[in-house]
């Protein structure tokens, strides 16, 4: 794609922004301004991997796959959103131990969990949005998958 | 290339004086890729995790802006697909993108120019693009009958006008 391509969206952007009948929402500004304390300073940050054929299609209700892998771990993340709820599950591998914490975070809050012996985390009723997950474990950096957006 | 200093001194003061200077141009970058308010916060608020996870990666901070808009054009595109039911292969996430140079045309006044050219179109264009800016969420039945243009032509009369206007503005440099 060429830089001309993305011209007309930017015009029209400036147009509106001059315009003045559209501002950003306090609330998207707010959210903004929050993200600061999201980061996580020397975290790895794991990429989505392939997955297998078929996982990733999805409909209301049913759950879909994302596969993370950085730093010799692979994540797999499975997410669901149900009235209005997103319920996230997955798997760390190979399984990081009972020192590990498991950290399922959206923008406004963050549930830790400790993995099962297989490396198994669950955490239910998440608004829908942004999502990630981070595998905490002792003496060594933080792996965050990039942040995923989920939304029926 | 990039110069190989890592993103200075920033802060949490830091960072809110790029959400002052930028935010707004995220925004109307969202909505001018088609999107409605509430997927358009999305795509904003994905922009700015996307520089949470990639902070440790910038190289160069005078570019910040430009990485930004171009971030969030790169989620509204993707959040806009979803809406049509189109999905990317297993949500294919875009590798942290190269600043588009025409990001820098975002600012209010340049969009004031903007609307000072606006004025020498004919028409449709004139009100079509007036119409646009001014009503953000307008749909294609209503544009379609205000200006009295059948709805199929309004996609392909839009790109035609944004075109001429930035002849106009060509002409101008």
Request: with cysteine; net charge neutral.
């Amino acid at each position: 794609m060429t830089d001309d391509d993305h011209l007309p969206t930017y015009l029209l952007a400036a147009l509106r922004m001059a315009a003045g009948a559209d501002p950003v929402p306090g609330r998207v500004s707010a959210a903004a301004r929050a993200a600061f304390a999201l980061r996580l300073p020397g975290a790895v940050v794991a990429s989505p991997a392939e997955v297998g054929p078929g996982v990733g299609a999805r409909s209301e209700g049913r759950p879909v796959m994302h596969r993370f892998a950085a730093d010799g771990l692979i994540l797999d993340v499975e997410v669901t959103v149900a009235d209005d709820r997103l319920d996230v599950a997955g798997q760390v591998s190979p399984a990081p131990g009972p020192d590990a914490r498991i950290e399922v975070r959206t923008p406004g809050a963050g549930s830790s969990r400790v993995p099962s012996e297989t490396g198994h985390f669950a955490v239910a009723g998440l608004p829908p949005g942004w999502v990630s997950v981070v595998c905490h474990r002792p003496d060594r950096a933080p792996v965050a998958t990039r942040w995923l957006h989920v939304r029926d | 290339m990039h110069s190989e200093k890592t993103f200075p001194g920033l802060d949490q003061a830091a960072w809110e004086e790029l959400v002052t200077r930028f935010d707004g141009r995220m925004w109307a970058v969202a909505r001018a890729c088609g999107l409605g308010p509430a997927d358009a916060a999305d795509a904003v608020q994905g922009a700015w995790l996307r520089m949470v996870e990639s902070l440790d990666g910038i190289r160069d901070p005078e570019r910040i802006g430009a990485w930004l808009i171009t971030t969030t054009r790169h989620e509204a595109v993707r959040l806009a697909r979803r809406s049509r039911g189109e999905r990317p292969a297993a949500d294919a996430l875009p590798d942290v993108p190269v600043p588009d140079p025409a990001a820098s045309v975002v600012d209010a006044e340049f969009g004031r120019r903007l609307w000072l050219r606006l004025d020498g179109l004919a028409e449709p264009c004139r009100s079509l693009l007036r119409l646009y800016a001014l009503n953000p969420d307008a749909k294609y039945a209503q544009i379609s009958m205000r200006l009295g243009l059948p709805m199929g032509s309004i996609g392909p009369t839009r790109s035609r006008c944004v075109s001429r206007l930035r002849a106009l503005i060509e002409e101008e440099r």
